[in-house]
């Protein structure tokens, strides 16, 4: 199979995805198994701001800071430490000491074509790619998938600071003694988590009044207790209105970029050796061609697309989440392949909900709508809470549980319109509650699901028990219907 092709030579394939992160993997992935041909062109490494810069080496960096922090919090064990070489360590290994040979061979031996290079849109369903053999064309039968991501948004007075952005804090090598972090969204709070844990004095500023907006209200509050016990400074309603580094200085990533930063605040000054700037992201379609085929980055995100073009992932505007853009990836692989072959294509539920895992001590883990959106969406709205350790099995976990969990319930169905539990652990129990939803389970039967003693899931009985008694058993619903 061809690589890179030579510059003169042109290819046609059934796909063209540009971008090989986990989405363009997937998304070729599924098309190849359902008969089509496909491309991947990569301007930089096979696997993706994923596997090297965001999710694999946050995650690697989190695990150990929770299972240290759980072992303080667990009569009969010695607390563990954290080596920081070795933890930065880990990392390397998880990120495959960012080469991306194994990615790369795992896209060969599935059989799609990989091609090194940047891709750019020229015409309907071509595509010029430009890398170190040179300029070629690749021509798509069938679709051309923009897959490319999406890059972090970085407001005007930070930008002549070289302050850090995601990709420096999770490739940590030097850890600066005081860190500023501005932002309380999701890389913010899990990136405080383990720079705290890594040495850094860390203060957070946040613009909002909580951590974690858009989540259920209390999700913000009981991660801003536990960062503050950790030693993290965290300032609401706030923001830098001035900053000033002298000794800017792009030292490459992951390490200090230069002098101390000073940061004007409404409250005083703070002095830090570093900033990190973690203020949300944008899909990265800047220089993917839109304009060669007459369409804008508006066109995308309104999802006014021809029918041979498609935008994914990150780069589509959707929840810009790994497990989100694989799965709008494996359904359009195998929609392109079921059209191309003349078969039915697969049904796809009309709302699927999104969950989400943030990676804090306690973890959250949210699945569908809170009980605000779902009373902006016109439901009428029952809610069920419990505090974490109101079960023997969630009390277990650790000796100073906190936490709580939340249902939001549809009351005129009795279906379940979304759930968030906060706790140790809390990531391996939404995927109970993104099957009740997908499954449109009525409450009533769930009291029918067991959960086993003595664990965490105890809380859906909980939860259920604070239900009103005639959604609980059916009979509002059987009244209503
Ligand atoms: C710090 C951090 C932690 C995160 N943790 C999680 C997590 O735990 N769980 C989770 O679900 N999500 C997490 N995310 C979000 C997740 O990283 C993204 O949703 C995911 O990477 C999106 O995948 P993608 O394939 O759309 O894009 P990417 O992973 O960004 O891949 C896009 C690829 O396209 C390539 N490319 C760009 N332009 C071109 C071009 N013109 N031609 C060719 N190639 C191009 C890029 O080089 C890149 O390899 C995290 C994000 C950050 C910043
Ligand atoms: N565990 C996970 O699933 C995980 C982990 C990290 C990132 N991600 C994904 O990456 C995406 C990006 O994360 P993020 O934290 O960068 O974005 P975010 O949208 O979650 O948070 C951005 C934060 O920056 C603040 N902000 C925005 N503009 C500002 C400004 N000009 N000045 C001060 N504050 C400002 C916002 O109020 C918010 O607190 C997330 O949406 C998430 O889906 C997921």
Redesign the pocket.
């Known amino acids: 199979m061809t690589t890179t092709p030579a510059a003169s030579e042109s290819i046609d394939l059934d796909v063209i995805v540009?971008?090989?992160?986990?989405?363009?993997?997937?998304l070729a992935q599924y098309a190849i198994e359902g008969g089509l041909s496909a491309a991947?062109?990569?301007?930089?490494?096979?696997?993706?701001?994923?596997?090297y810069?965001?999710?694999?080496?946050?995650?690697a960096l989190l695990r150990p800071v929770s299972v240290v922090d759980t072992s303080a919090q667990l009569q009969g064990v010695t607390a563990g430490a954290l080596d920081r070489d070795a933890l930065l360590a880990r990392r390397d290994t998880w990120v495959s000491h960012y080469d991306d040979t194994g990615q790369f061979d795992w896209v060969e031996d599935t059989g799609i074509a990989p091609v090194r290079?940047?891709?750019?849109l020229v015409g309907e369903r071509e595509v010029e790619?430009t890398g170190e053999g040179g300029t070629h064309r690749l021509r798509a039968r069938r679709a051309v998938v923009?897959?490319?991501?999406?890059?972090?948004f970085v407001p005007p007075p930070y930008r002549d600071v070289h302050p850090w952005g995601?990709?420096d804090?999770?490739a940590v090598q030097e850890v600066p003694d005081r860190l500023v972090i501005i932002g309380g969204g999701?890389?913010a709070c899990?990136?405080a988590t383990w720079m705290a844990a890594l040495g850094s004095r860390v203060t957070m500023l946040v613009r909002g009044p909580g951590l974690l907006a858009g989540q259920e209200p209390f999700v913000g509050e009981l991660v801003a207790d536990s960062l503050r016990t950790k030693g993290v400074e965290v300032r609401l309603s706030t923001e830098a209105t001035e900053i000033d580094r002298p000794q800017a200085e792009d030292t490459g990533v992951g390490r200090i970029h230069g002098g101390p930063v000073t940061l004007t605040t409404a409250d005083g000054m703070v002095e830090a050796d570093e900033v990190l700037v973690?203020t949300g992201?944008r899909p990265?379609l800047h220089?993917?061609?839109l304009d060669a085929v007459g369409l804008t980055e508006e066109d995308v995100s309104q999802g006014q697309l021809p029918q041979w073009l498609h935008a994914?992932?990150?780069?589509?505007g959707e929840?810009?989440?790994?497990?989100?853009?694989?799965y709008r990836?494996r359904v359009l692989g195998s929609h392109l392949a079921d059209a191309a072959a003349g078969r039915p294509g697969e049904p796809v539920p009309a709302d699927v909900p999104v969950p989400?895992?943030?990676?804090t001590d306690p973890q959250v883990g949210s699945v569908g709508l809170t009980a605000l959106a779902a009373e902006e969406a016109g439901h009428e709205v029952v809610t069920a809470q419990s505090p974490f350790d109101a079960t023997a099995g969630g009390a277990l976990l650790r000796d100073d549980v906190s936490g709580r969990a939340a249902l939001v319930v549809d009351g005129a169905s009795g279906r379940l319109l979304g759930a968030t539990f906060v706790g140790p652990e809390a990531g391996e129990l939404v995927h109970g509650a993104t099957i009740a939803i997908v499954g449109a389970v009525p409450v009533h039967l769930l009291r029918h699901a067991v959960p086993s003693f003595p664990t965490a899931s105890e809380l859906w009985l909980r939860m259920l028990e604070d239900l009103p008694g005639d959604l609980r058993r059916g009979s509002r619903v059987d009244q209503q219907g």
């Open positions: 540009l971008g090989g992160g986990p989405v363009g993997e997937n991947i062109v990569e301007t930089e490494r096979y696997g993706g701001e994923c596997s810069w965001a999710c694999i080496p946050s995650k290079g940047h891709g750019r790619v923009i897959a490319t991501g999406s890059e972090p995601s990709r804090v999770t999701v890389v899990e990136a973690a992201r990265r220089d993917v061609g994914l992932g990150d780069a589509g929840a810009p989440l790994t497990h989100w853009g694989k990836a989400q895992v943030v990676f």
